[in-house]
């Protein structure tokens, strides 16, 4: 005999649950004349067959052949109701959820008018409400299989993070931009996501970006690029550090005018060998600007036409994933034969130029 389930009500949904199933597994068997409570922030919706059909507002309902039309003409209920029908009902909250984060699981690979390419991490909050109940469970319930709360989120997210990437690849912003910019990026966002959600049955309220930083490795890059902009002159700084090191020198020296001889002569010394050292560095850097440039000219000679994912990412002076990342997305133009791929120089060209 099958379970009649009379009273259908969910008194106790959470605050933060979007949707109960009633039953929570299997299908429930209902029957005319079963009661129907949903509470002032609920929304019933009956399930059957992968589609929602009948919906019940705030209140008491006995359900009926008048107030259930849809299902009732499918099953056909012709049985007075003594037989049982089987099929679900989802408890939709109407209430606004607040505070609901969202992140990148990955990095995002973007190019950056500073730094080349760089690898970024971002997060945020948003909150939405469900503005269609039928709409919802179809789309969520029905076609994507999903009603426990951490699957419907991690399914929002997905779609946030998609379209944040590609507003992102839009703007061409530099990283350093990035952060004047985040009230601009999350209303770009939100209108981008607003649609998506809406063919869902949720109205997306707000959406904030509340960092956008990053990887390790990018930022150990900037690091580098920070410290040289510090230093400024090579040629400069040596000099300074060179004239520190006289005045320590003589600053070390004993004391009474005995001292002061040693100290000075120890300076005059120090200076002169410091003198020639500096002499000496300027001649081994000129020799290394010029044998720089005899090695740039021969690795550009040696720098084939057609090359690997590793060749590729010497050239670029990147990590293979990242040349991968940038083919996937369609910026870098590369063939694929059978496993592998091959990329032109001319089209690595054309991308750093861009």
């Given at each position: 005999?099958?379970?009649?389930?009379?009273?259908?009500?969910?008194?106790?949904?959470?605050?933060?649950?979007?949707?109960?199933?009633?039953?929570?597994y299997g299908a429930g068997d209902f029957r005319l004349g079963s009661?129907?409570?949903?509470?002032?922030?609920?929304?019933?919706?009956?399930?059957?067959?992968?589609?929602?059909?009948?919906?019940?507002?705030?209140?008491?309902?006995?359900?009926?052949?008048?107030?259930?039309?849809?299902?009732?003409?499918?099953?056909?209920?012709?049985?007075?109701?003594?037989?049982?029908?089987?099929?679900?009902?989802?408890?939709?909250?109407?209430?606004?959820?607040?505070?609901?984060?969202?992140?990148?699981?990955?990095?995002?690979?973007?190019?950056?008018?500073?730094?080349?390419?760089?690898?970024?991490?971002?997060?945020?909050?948003?909150?939405?409400?469900?503005?269609?109940?039928?709409?919802?469970?179809?789309?969520?319930?029905?076609?994507?299989?999903?009603?426990?709360?951490?699957?419907?989120?991690?399914?929002?997210?997905?779609?946030?993070?998609?379209?944040?990437?590609?507003?992102?690849?839009?703007?061409?912003?530099?990283?350093?931009?990035?952060?004047?910019?985040?009230?601009?990026?999350?209303?770009?966002?939100?209108?981008?996501?607003?649609?998506?959600?809406?063919?869902?049955?949720?109205?997306?309220?707000?959406?904030?970006?509340?960092?956008?930083?990053?990887?390790?490795?990018?930022?150990?890059?900037?690091?580098?690029?920070?410290?040289?902009?510090?230093?400024?002159?090579?040629?400069?700084?040596?000099?300074?550090?060179?004239?520190?090191?006289?005045?320590?020198?003589?600053?070390?020296?004993?004391?009474?005018?005995?001292?002061?001889?040693?100290?000075?002569?120890?300076?005059?010394?120090?200076?002169?060998?410091?003198?020639?050292?500096?002499?000496?560095?300027?001649?081994?850097?000129?020799?290394?600007?010029?044998?720089?440039?005899?090695?740039?000219?021969?690795?550009?000679?040696a720098v084939p036409e057609i090359m690997t994912l590793t060749e590729?990412?010497?050239?670029?002076?990147?990590?293979?994933?990242?040349?991968?990342?940038?083919?996937?997305?369609?910026?870098?133009?590369?063939?694929?034969?059978?496993?592998?791929?091959?990329?032109?120089?001319?089209?690595?060209?054309?991308?750093?130029?861009?």
């Amino acid at each position: 005999m099958p379970r009649i389930i009379d009273v259908i009500e969910v008194p106790d949904q959470q605050p933060e649950e979007m949707v109960r199933r009633v039953p929570q597994y299997g299908a429930g068997d209902f029957r005319l004349g079963s009661q129907v409570i949903v509470r002032e922030y609920q929304q019933a919706v009956f399930f059957r067959d992968g589609k929602a059909y009948d919906t019940f507002g705030p209140g008491r309902h006995t359900i009926t052949t008048a107030n259930l039309p849809l299902l009732s003409g499918l099953i056909g209920l012709a049985t007075g109701g003594k037989t049982p029908f089987t099929a679900e009902a989802y408890f939709v909250s109407m209430r606004e959820f607040l505070d609901q984060k969202w992140g990148t699981s990955e990095p995002i690979a973007l190019r950056d008018v500073d730094l080349g390419l760089v690898r970024l991490r971002a997060f945020g909050t948003y909150s939405i409400q469900v503005s269609d109940p039928a709409l919802f469970v179809n789309k969520i319930v029905g076609a994507q299989g999903l009603y426990e709360t951490k699957q419907i989120s991690d399914f929002l997210r997905g779609i946030i993070v998609a379209k944040l990437t590609d507003l992102l690849g839009e703007i061409k912003k530099g990283l350093f931009d990035l952060p004047a910019l985040y009230d601009e990026i999350g209303a770009g966002s939100k209108v981008k996501v607003g649609d998506d959600f809406s063919n869902l049955g949720i109205q997306l309220k707000t959406l904030y970006v509340n960092s956008i930083s990053p990887t390790e490795e990018t930022a150990k890059a900037m690091d580098e690029r920070a410290s040289m902009g510090a230093i400024g002159d090579m040629n400069k700084y040596l000099q300074y550090q060179t004239a520190k090191g006289i005045r320590e020198a003589a600053a070390s020296g004993g004391g009474g005018m005995a001292g002061a001889g040693v100290g000075l002569g120890a300076g005059v010394g120090m200076g002169a060998v410091m003198a020639q050292q500096m002499a000496q560095m300027t001649g081994m850097q000129a020799g290394q600007q010029a044998g720089a440039a005899g090695g740039a000219a021969a690795a550009a000679a040696a720098v084939p036409e057609i090359m690997t994912l590793t060749e590729a990412a010497q050239y670029m002076r990147v990590t293979e994933e990242d040349i991968l990342a940038i083919i996937q997305s369609g910026e870098l133009k590369a063939k694929k034969i059978g496993t592998s791929y091959r990329i032109s120089k001319k089209a690595i060209d054309t991308y750093l130029s861009e």
